[in-house]
């Protein structure tokens, strides 16, 4: 850890004293060492530090954190770490700092990010294409903004044949299925929420994702993006989000899909939502933080001092939502009508002589429907109006 704070220790110095964040002290398997800021710039120490955070993980867990495989909260959400003083988000609060150190990423400072058209104007934020829109204008508009909304990219009657597909898989699913993440509502009670390999489900689906109207999405950027395979495995989930919902994962306030470790190892890949209904401030909307794709700031939450625009994205049935994978991003929860979506998306090809890990579609179905059970929870009820406050709308 020397040798990186001689490399990033003016970043690391820099960030914790933006975040305002006390020291963070570690024990790794009895080896005991310390993150301390000061005047004097950031020092690391072999005993706890008087105040802050002390977490207690073991060599795995420690090399998982510093190699960006799982991140602070995702070593939290699979109990790879106990807090012994503070609480978990006083550890998660570290993440920017920590990517500063290792990364070598600075955090973010406010006014440092702005947004300009390919002419240099100020770009209008509010904007929507269509599929057939000349790539550059969608293209650069993705890269500035980490969004993309598309107008009416299928019909009404395609949008209709999904959602019946999409109830047909819901009325199959079980509890204990490993296949599908479950929410409660208070008068309802459980139902299954978010249904994994929907693709598998839905035969119109599958077709949907093969079309030119689809595909011409990955070629919007000069990037090598493979889109998930319609055919095989787990390419795509479909979403139901009913009216009050008080238990489960549903309601989802500000996080980075990265939330849970791999930014550098797997951002920006694209997440793509499909509108199998309309949907405003009443009725689920998503809302991202324009740019947040472009900063290092804390993938859970907003800070008090983070600048960037947050927007309202309403859509029409057969509208797609693009977003990168480390874009801050939330969805209301609905209250006037229900919101279906089908959520699935493009990677990021490997490079020439990169090691890809081969996981085992079995395995990657059992970590995905692990997720449905500690990570998504909806937002403390006091903590509601500010959770999923959105300052623009476009």
Request: charged share 25%.
């Amino acid at each position: 850890m020397r040798g990186l704070l001689d490399l990033n220790g003016r970043l690391v110095a820099r960030g914790a004293t933006l975040l305002g964040l006390p020291p963070l002290s570690f024990d790794v398997d009895g080896a005991i060492g310390a993150l301390v800021v000061d005047d004097n710039g950031v020092h690391a120490q072999r005993k706890v530090a008087e105040s802050g955070p002390v977490v207690e993980l073991d060599v795995g867990a420690f090399s998982d954190l510093m190699g960006d495989v799982v991140s602070a909260f995702g070593l939290g959400m699979a109990g790879r770490v106990v807090v012994r003083r503070g609480v978990l988000t006083d550890f998660v609060s570290w993440e920017p700092v920590l990517r500063a150190l290792i990364d070598g990423r600075a955090v973010y400072e406010p006014g440092t990010i702005d947004f300009r058209d390919a002419d240099g104007a100020e770009l209008d934020l509010r904007q929507s294409f269509s599929v057939f829109d000349p790539t550059e204008r969608p293209g650069h508009f993705l890269e500035e903004t980490g969004f993309l909304h598309l107008r009416s990219v299928f019909t009404d009657e395609e949008m209709q044949a999904v959602s019946h597909e999409l109830d047909a898989a819901v009325g199959a699913a079980r509890r204990d299925d490993g296949s599908s993440w479950w929410a409660r509502t208070e008068d309802a009670g459980w139902y299954a929420c978010r249904i994994l390999g929907f693709n598998q489900k839905s035969t119109t689906l599958r077709d949907l994702l093969t079309s030119d109207r689809f595909t011409a999405i990955g070629r919007f950027t000069d990037d090598a993006f493979v889109q998930r395979d319609p055919e095989v495995g787990d390419s795509a989930e479909g979403l139901w989000k009913k009216i009050g919902v008080v238990e489960g994962p549903s309601d989802v306030s500000w996080h980075k899909d990265c939330s849970m470790g791999g930014h550098s190892r797997g951002c920006s890949s694209l997440v793509v939502g499909i509108s199998l209904t309309d949907a405003d401030s009443t009725s689920g909307e998503l809302g991202v933080v324009a740019g947040s794709r472009r900063a290092n700031v804390q993938m859970l939450g907003l800070h008090p001092t983070l600048d960037l625009p947050r927007l309202a994205l309403p859509t029409r049935r057969g509208d797609v939502l693009v977003h990168c994978s480390c874009t801050l991003h939330m969805s209301r929860p609905p209250v006037s009508a229900e919101r279906r979506v089908v959520y699935t998306g493009f990677e990021l090809a490997p490079r020439p002589g990169e090691v890809v890990e081969h996981v085992d579609p079995a395995e990657a179905r059992r970590r995905r429907a692990g997720l449905g059970d500690t990570s998504r929870l909806v937002a403390p009820e006091g903590d509601r109006a500010e959770h999923f406050k959105l300052e623009t709308t476009s």
